[in-house]
């Protein structure tokens, strides 16, 4: 997002003024308590001094489940993972956005992360990194549209840059929205309703929205003549590219003879043809790819001591992410039980 200039903050802001009694009015202080979320944001900045009940909590404030007994299952399932792995976590001294979406997309492969991650890096980072949800979101973007007549409406946050667009734009404002009086909790509660109940009504024709990018996979379509995908066992980002690998390779180049090097498979899955939405966890997806990591076996180096170095990279928590992209011309052959004619001769 380009920087606001001082006219379109004027303009946004004289429309804050109009409802902004009538909308932060309508926040939901007994669902969402002051208290603990406060608490929280003063521990968890420092992850290790965080236990489980601490993560527990948060995300049950955050699931708006807040002194509930029973909730949606989904929610409990991934306050569980949260919890398994929050030790490693903070083991690795992962503060920084990027490397705190990397961790938590690859523990939480298979659920609808995105908001779950973004709150946790808000309150690991609370001074770079705001609370985003879909209804502060989608007031931006319509606040955004009236000051700019080509701006292209998302339907939901998805990526790191819609969580630093949104942090900028929230900042740039607090200090001109004289009714939050500072308190960038106040306009971000305001924003949060009037996202829910004014900007849900507004209708935004089709060619202003950005096509919403899926980051979800139906594993069930994917199919190939040539390939077993069916051997695929995990459903991390680093599985998800091996299966796209082999998808595109049907009826071409299939025998298990057939060696690539890193960079023809890079060519083959890049990040914007496999709905991975950030860059660290698609890079951390490509190392893990070609290494040994949870028993992933999909290639066998010209070099066996180049798996071993993957496996190692992929473990390590100060890896530089992109640590592949030094070997691009290193060659690899799919592993023979993934290739259906090779299967069958035996």
């Not at 995990?234 to 057939?258: I, T, V, Y």
């Not at 860059?279 to 190392?287: F, K, L, P, Q, T």
Request: hydrophobic share 40%; proline share 4%.
């Amino acid at each position: 997002m380009a920087i606001l200039k001082k006219k379109e903050i004027e303009s946004i802001t004289k429309t804050i003024s109009e409802h902004f009694s009538e909308y932060r009015s309508k926040y939901e202080s007994v669902k969402y308590p002051e208290e603990p979320y406060m608490k929280w944001l003063s521990v968890f900045p420092e992850p290790k001094v965080v236990d489980k009940n601490d993560v527990k909590q948060a995300m049950e404030w955050k699931y708006g489940h807040w002194g509930k007994v029973n909730y949606v299952p989904a929610h409990k399932v991934i306050i569980a993972k949260l919890q398994k792995y929050w030790t490693e976590f903070a083991e690795t001294g992962h503060r920084e956005i990027d490397s705190s979406f990397a961790f938590w997309e690859e523990r939480l492969a298979g659920h609808q992360s995105f908001i779950t991650v973004a709150f946790l890096s808000h309150l690991i980072n609370p001074e770079q990194v705001e609370i985003i949800d879909q209804h502060n979101f989608r007031a931006m973007n319509y606040l955004m549209s009236t000051v700019r007549e080509d701006w292209v409406w998302k339907r939901n946050p998805m990526s790191i840059y819609d969580i630093v667009d949104f942090s900028d734009f929230l900042r740039a404002l607090l200090p001109a929205v004289k009714e939050a009086k500072g308190n960038k909790r106040e306009l971000n509660k305001f924003l949060m309703m009037f996202g829910k109940h004014k900007v849900k009504t507004i209708p935004v024709s089709r060619s202003k929205v950005a096509p919403a990018v899926s980051k979800k996979h139906d594993w069930s379509t994917f199919q190939s003549d040539g390939f077993d995908i069916g051997m695929i066992i995990l459903r991390s980002n680093a599985d998800l590219l091996f299966a796209l690998l082999l998808q595109s390779m049907d009826g071409k180049n299939a025998e298990h003879e057939a060696t690539f090097t890193i960079e023809e498979i890079h060519k083959r899955v890049p990040m914007q043809k496999t709905g991975i939405a950030i860059g660290s966890s698609y890079n951390y997806a490509m190392v893990a790819l070609f290494g040994n990591q949870r028993g992933r076996d999909y290639f066998l180096f010209e070099y066996n001591s180049m798996g071993a170095y993957f496996t190692e990279q992929a473990n390590d928590p100060s890896r530089d992410n992109t640590c592949w992209k030094k070997y691009l011309d290193e060659k690899v052959s799919i592993n023979p039980k993934y290739v259906l004619n090779i299967k069958e001769k035996y």
